[in-house]
């Protein structure tokens, strides 16, 4: 990804209000070696394979137009459950899952609908408890990204459950609902490609599909989760931008920037005296970025298009396109990749986001 002006045809990173600047992709884009996949995914950086779906794409293309349209629909205020009681949508989930009524978890309040689902085997109740949720990203009034999440028992408490049972059941049910899962689980090649590189062929769980919209996509963040190897996002339709790195990077990006461009970044004085201390203070750093509430750390990160400038010209950017893959990996807190996604066009977009496991049945 290069940085550009907006007079040579550069597209702009905005989100939630802010305007980071203008990029392009970078032309020429090539399939990485096998040794440095490799090489990256040891180290925690991300790892773009340009283009690994595109033939995919032609086969899952009505299941994609036919997700677009459910996007549109819910977007536009309609019920997820009343949708998928349609009969063509009804016919994907029956005889295996049955839909359970819409509860609500009360605790999340980008939750727009969270609907509960019982596998079924001949007829008799084979598990509980496996969910759809689908959510707003945030609550800027111009951002309609929303997201489809499918999991299974307690939301707060999911790792104390542990049950690959129903992790496999709700991955299952995501491919019933979004078919177009399809194009990454049932990829030869792919599957070929990740199984030499974690050593076991993964399950991709914690599926979430993804619709950025403009304005929309997600802050920085990493998303380690025990038993989680790494994430893989698969981009379907539209055009998305990221900014990605492994933590350290990210540390010794914020401390060098800190260093020497602080002075014309925008940020109020008491806002650069704090990063200043921060900086100076390396384990209060990680705690601020650990922390929840991320404080003026979360206003460099995600509000500071000089910062957004600073890691792109470093080369730490990407612009996907559909049929790209992206993988993320998430060994460990201190050795993971962080990540900040923009949409890069005028419409919502379509994507898939599964996380790697590797199950024992
Ligand atoms: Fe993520």
């Known amino acids: 990804m290069r940085w550009m002006s907006a007079a040579g045809g550069g597209l702009a990173l905005r989100r939630r209000g802010c305007l980071h600047g203008y990029v392009r992709a970078r032309r020429g884009r090539k399939m990485p070696e096998f040794k440095e996949i490799e090489r990256d995914w040891r180290s925690a950086r991300a790892i773009h394979l340009p283009g690994m779906l595109l033939a995919a794409v032609p086969g899952f293309a009505d299941a994609i137009a036919d997700a677009l349209q459910i996007m549109r629909r819910v977007r536009s205020g309609e019920s997820c459950l009343d949708i998928l009681d349609e009969p063509r949508y009804r016919q994907r989930l029956l005889p295996d899952f049955e839909m359970l009524a819409a509860v609500h978890s009360g605790h999340d309040p980008q939750e727009l609908e969270k609907i509960a ?186 509000q500071t298009p000089a910062f957004t400038r600073r890691l792109v010209t470093r080369g730490w950017g990407r612009v996907l396109q559909p049929g790209d893959v992206l993988l993320l990996p998430q060994h460990a807190v201190d050795a993971c990749c962080w990540h900040a996604v923009f949409c890069l066009d005028d419409e919502p977009g379509h994507a898939l986001s599964f996380a790697l496991a590797r199950l024992v049945a």
């Open 117 to 302: 689902f019982d596998a079924v085997k001949s007829g008799e109740l084979f598990a509980e408890d496996i969910w759809l949720k689908v959510s707003r990203l945030s609550f800027h009034e111009q951002d309609a990204s929303i997201r489809f999440r499918f999991s299974y028992g307690m939301e707060m408490f999911k790792a104390q459950e542990d049950d690959p049972l129903r992790e496999r059941l709700a991955a299952e049910l995501a491919e019933r609902v979004f078919p177009e899962c399809g194009i990454v689980s049932e990829h030869a090649e792919l599957t070929r490609l990740l199984h030499a590189l974690l050593g076991f062929a993964p399950a991709f769980v914690e599926r979430i599909i993804y619709s950025n919209a403009p304005e929309g996509g997600a802050q920085f963040h990493q998303d380690v989760e025990q038993g989680h190897h790494g994430v893989l996002y698969a981009q379907l339709y539209g055009r998305t931008a990221w900014l990605a790195l492994p933590r350290d990077a990210l540390l010794r990006e914020m401390t060098a920037f800190v260093r020497d461009e602080l002075a014309a970044s925008g940020l109020a004085a008491d806002e650069q005296w704090e990063l200043r201390w921060l900086c100076a203070h390396p384990e209060a750093l990680i705690a601020q970025l650990e922390a929840e509430d991320q404080g003026v750390v979360e206003r460099l990160l995600n």
